[in-house]
C-alpha cells in the first residue's frame, strides 16, 4: 500500500532561517514524488517533484527536497525563510508500479515564517 | 502551460439541494480525472477517479449515488453533491490528468468550497 507521513504539523520557523519539511513514504514499487503548497482557500500549487536522476531537486521559489531511497524521505528545504513562505504544505507520491498510480498525499505541515 | 479550472469557486445552497461541480482541462485533454475532498486543515482524500467515457470508480467510503460523477469528454468533468447536507460542506479539489504535447502531465485544479445551510 502507498502512503506519506508528514510527521509535524506544525513548522514554526523565524525569517531569514533555513527551513525544513518532513516527509517520509511508503510505496511497494517505483515512487514519484511531489511537495505542494497550498495557501487559504486556494487550490494547491505544485513546487517539485523528483522523478529520476539527481537527488536533489530544485523547484520553485527556493525550494528544494532531497530524496533519500534509504531513508524513503523527501524532506523539503529552503535556505532562507520568508514570512510569504507561511502556509500548508502537502507532499505527496505516486507509485508508478500501480495501476491508476494517482497521488496520496500526506496529511499537510503548516508553517509559520516569523518576521 | 496547462491549467485545470473549477466553476463555481465558492457556493452556498440549502441542504437538500443538488449542487454541480464543474472541472475543466484548458490546455490539453484530460484522460483521466480526479475528485479530492478537503475537511478544514486536513489533507486531500482522493474521492474518486474518471476515465473519459467510463464509470467512475469511487474510494471506500465515498457514496456514488451522493456524489455523481461525470467525465463526458476529454476536458470536462463534473461533480454533482445530490441532496446535499452540511456536513458534505467541504473543500473539492479536481485534478486532471493527460498528454501536453508528449509528456504525461497532471495538474490541479483551484478548488472549490462548498457550504450547505
Known amino acids: 500500500a502507498q502512503s506519506v507521513a508528514q510527521p509535524e504539523d506544525q513548522v514554526n520557523v523565524a525569517e531569514g532561517n533555513p527551513l525544513t519539511v518532513k516527509c517520509t513514504y511508503s510505496v511497494s514499487g517505483n515512487p514519484y514524488l511531489f511537495w505542494y503548497v497550498q495557501y487559504p482557500n486556494r487550490g494547491l500549487q505544485f513546487l517539485l517533484k523528483y522523478i529520476t536522476g539527481d537527488n536533489l531537486v530544485k523547484g520553485s521559489y527556493g525550494f528544494e527536497a532531497e530524496f533519500n531511497k534509504s531513508q524513503t524521505s523527501f524532506h523539503l528545504k529552503k535556505p532562507s525563510a520568508l514570512v510569504s513562505d507561511s502556509a500548508l504544505y502537502f507532499c505527496?507520491?505516486?507509485?508508478?508500479?500501480?495501476?491508476?498510480?494517482?497521488?496520496?498525499f500526506g496529511t499537510g505541515t503548516s508553517l509559520t515564517v516569523i518576521p | 502551460g496547462a491549467v485545470v479550472s473549477q466553476h463555481p469557486s465558492r457556493v452556498i445552497c440549502k441542504s437538500g439541494t443538488s449542487v454541480k461541480i464543474e472541472c475543466r482541462s484548458l490546455?490539453?485533454?484530460?484522460?483521466?480525472m480526479f475528485w479530492y475532498r478537503q475537511f478544514p486543515k486536513k489533507s486531500l482524500m482522493l474521492m474518486a477517479t474518471?476515465?473519459?467515457?467510463?464509470?467512475?470508480?469511487?474510494e471506500q467510503g465515498v457514496e456514488k449515488d451522493k456524489f455523481l460523477i461525470n467525465h463526458a469528454s476529454l476536458t470536462l468533468s463534473t461533480l454533482t453533491v445530490t441532496s446535499a447536507h452540511p456536513e458534505d460542506s467541504s473543500f473539492y479539489i479536481c485534478?486532471?490528468?493527460?498528454?501536453?504535447?508528449?509528456?504525461?502531465?497532471?495538474?490541479f485544479g483551484p478548488g472549490t468550497r462548498l457550504l450547505v445551510l
Open positions: 490546455d490539453f485533454q484530460a484522460t483521466t
Open positions: 474518471s476515465n473519459e467515457g467510463s464509470k467512475a470508480t469511487y
Open positions: 485534478s486532471a490528468r493527460g498528454l501536453a504535447g508528449v509528456q504525461e502531465t497532471q495538474y
Open positions: 505527496a507520491v505516486r507509485d508508478m508500479d500501480v495501476a491508476g498510480n494517482q497521488f496520496y
